[in-house]
């Protein structure tokens, strides 16, 4: 099984960028997907964007044009640039796979603050 760790996040101003990864443990491109979440205070786990095996991305609405998702093979790990970013985007960010989130198994995710 899988082992994945995010790392990048920080605090940033209002209109600043930050450099997610998603660093695994083994191979996770030939699973369905690999996603980043996101879960702000009080609120519930959100889906950011979304990298299939076929490379096919998608974004949640208010991300699109801001953040990029990618992945380096070679590196068994997934970014997400996030630019533009808003005190709105302050949460824990994840990022996680199919067979994990079936379990409901989530790595400590890591905190993006940005201050306005």
Same mark, same amino acid.
């Given at each position: 099984q899988e082992?994945?760790?995010? %790392? ?6 209002a ?9 695994a443990?083994?191979?996770?491109? #030939?699973?369905n997907?690999?996603a ?11 889906l950011v964007?979304?990298i299939?095996s076929?490379?096919?991305i998608y974004?949640a609405?208010?991300m ?5 998702i990618?992945?380096d093979k070679a590196? #068994? ?5 996030m #630019? %533009?970013l808003?005190?709105?985007?302050t949460?824990v960010?994840?990022c996680?796979?199919?067979p994990r989130?079936l379990r ?6 890591t905190?993006v603050?940005? %201050? %306005?």
């Open positions: 082992q994945l760790v995010e %790392s990048g996040g920080g605090l940033v101003q209109g600043g960028s930050l450099r997610l990864s998603c660093a443990s083994g191979s996770i491109f #030939n699973i997907f690999v980043w979440y996101r879960q702000a205070p009080g609120k519930q786990r959100d964007a979304r299939t076929d490379g096919s974004y609405d208010s699109k044009g801001r953040f990029t990618s992945r590196k #068994n790990t997934v970014y997400l640039q #630019n %533009s808003k005190p709105e985007d949460a960010y994840y996680n796979t199919p989130i409901d198994s989530w790595g400590q995710g905190q603050t940005v %201050s %306005s």
